[in-house]
């Protein structure tokens, strides 16, 4: 690594997000808002919910975003407003492209199971915000051994493999597991800044020992970086180009002006045409919070 590189240690800070489950959200924080386009870091669980419980989401609307879940362990049942029925199980990944408005629920599949995902958002630039949803789902991930660790690719290129997906800003994503531990070697995009977040056990990184739910932030500039997992450890690392535009989160909705964001507040709170029904959903639409903005 570049040695005048400096690395931001990032707490991950308690989140209840409701329907039963309280996350360790990275992103954003204070100290660090995005990370490339990814806009949003949050680690579910592991959790193991007591008989016949699980995680329930109610019916909500996203616009101007891609939600990214990376499930590890249990079972999660996906349904949105485009029609989609999708179970996520471990090892895969589900991309839905908010766009210009979609609706969705997320239901653990079975009570008494045990969770353990990262949901993350990636803001869509200005030119793709407004883009028609969709939702994709990856079962088969590129995978493979480097030293001690087996690593999958989650999202963008990494050294010569590429996931299928496409995003609208150059972006990486990539989970490293380690059952025995060790050094594991990683080449970076110097064009990129870079996160690394610890989703199980703990790593050293840059001499510092980060454990489970911190995040150490890496400006552009490296090419690589060799850290050490200790047994049993799980890292996610995230990257892309530092996002250009300004961004705006509220709620559920990411824009690029208020004006945006209050158009699909209100349309949520109306009912409009563009935050169609999901199946099972609409006896648990969850409420929108009051905008924080006056005459928007
Ligand atoms: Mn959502």
């Not at 993350?120 to 200005?126: D, F, H, N, S, V």
């Not at 690719?153 to 609208?168: C, E």
């Not at 300004?246 to 009912?271: C, T």
Request: with cysteine; glycine share 12%.
């Amino acid at each position: 690594m570049n040695s005048n590189l400096t690395v931001q240690r990032i707490a991950g800070r308690a989140s209840d997000i409701g329907g039963g489950m309280v996350v360790l959200r990275a992103v954003p924080t204070r100290q660090r808002r995005m990370i490339g386009a990814w806009c949003f870091l949050d680690h579910l669980g592991p959790v193991d919910f007591p008989a016949a419980q699980g995680m329930h989401v109610g019916a909500h609307p996203h616009i101007g975003l891609q939600t990214f879940t990376w499930l590890i362990e249990g079972e999660v049942l996906h349904r949105d407003s485009l029609g989609s029925e999708q179970i996520i199980r471990p090892g895969q990944v589900n991309l839905m492209t908010a766009g210009h408005g979609v609706v969705h629920t997320e239901d653990s599949l079975v009570g008494g199971q045990r969770l353990h995902a990262a949901q993350l958002w990636i803001a869509l630039p200005a030119n793709a915000a407004d883009c028609p949803p969709a939702f994709e789902h990856f079962p088969d991930l590129p995978r493979w051994s480097e030293g001690a660790a087996t690593l999958t690719l989650l999202a963008g290129s990494y050294a010569g493999r590429r996931m299928s997906a496409s995003f609208h800003t150059p972006l990486v994503g990539l989970d490293a597991w380690s059952l025995s531990g060790g050094a594991l070697r990683l080449s970076l995009d110097p064009g990129f800044e870079h996160g690394f977040f610890v989703l199980e056990g703990e790593m050293q990184l840059a001499g510092e020992r980060y454990v489970l739910d911190e995040l150490a932030y890496l400006p552009p500039g490296a090419t690589e970086l060799t850290l050490e997992l200790a047994p049993g450890s799980r890292l996610l690392l995230v990257g892309g180009v530092p996002f250009a535009e300004p961004v705006l989160m509220f709620w559920n909705f990411v824009g690029h002006d208020k004006a945006s964001i209050a158009a699909a507040w209100r349309d949520w709170q109306a009912g409009a045409a563009r935050f169609g029904p999901v199946a099972g959903g609409e006896d648990r639409r969850l409420a929108a919070p009051p905008l924080p903005w006056v005459g928007v």
